[in-house]
Nanobody, 127 residues
Framework: QVQLVESGGGLVQAGGSLRLSCAAS????????MGWIRQAPGKDREFVAA????????YYADSVKGRFTISRDNARNTVYLQMNSLKPEDTAVYYC????????????????????WGQGTQVTVSS
């Protein structure tokens, strides 16, 4: 089972940028689709972005499209989320997650598509 650890969160002013990292261990990272999911205070978890195991497809929530970029480096067993033009509504705990099934390559990412989850990293955007 893959283990995931997020880092890179913090406090940033609106309009600023952060780069989140998620380091994986204990599994064959390259066979899993990877995703980022966030949870704002008092709200349900929300899909943010995903990248296929081949890194040939990426998917984004409409709310972040054009501002966030997901990428992966299989040699480092790491997935990234570059967040630009941050808004206060982006404030949330951000989790990375691996697909429950290898070679998922799905164009649809309900939360149930993910198996292993990281512990989350806090992103706070001030106005």
């Amino acid at each position: 089972q893959v283990q995931l650890v997020e880092s890179g969160g913090g406090l940033v002013q609106a309009g600023g940028s952060l780069r989140l990292s998620c380091a994986a261990s204990g599994g064959t990272f390259s066979v899993y689709d990877m995703g980022w999911i966030r949870q704002a205070p008092g709200k349900d978890r929300e899909f943010v972005a995903a990248i296929s195991w081949r890194a040939d497809n990426t998917y984004y929530a409409d709310s972040v499209k054009g501002r966030f970029t997901i990428s992966r480096d299989n040699a480092r067993n790491t997935v990234y989320l570059q967040m630009n033009s941050l808004k206060p509504e982006d404030t949330a705990v951000y989790y990375c997650a691996a697909s429950a099934r290898p070679f998922y390559s799905g164009g649809d990412y309900p939360l149930s598509a993910f198996g292993s989850w990281g512990q989350g990293t806090q992103v706070t955007v001030s106005s």
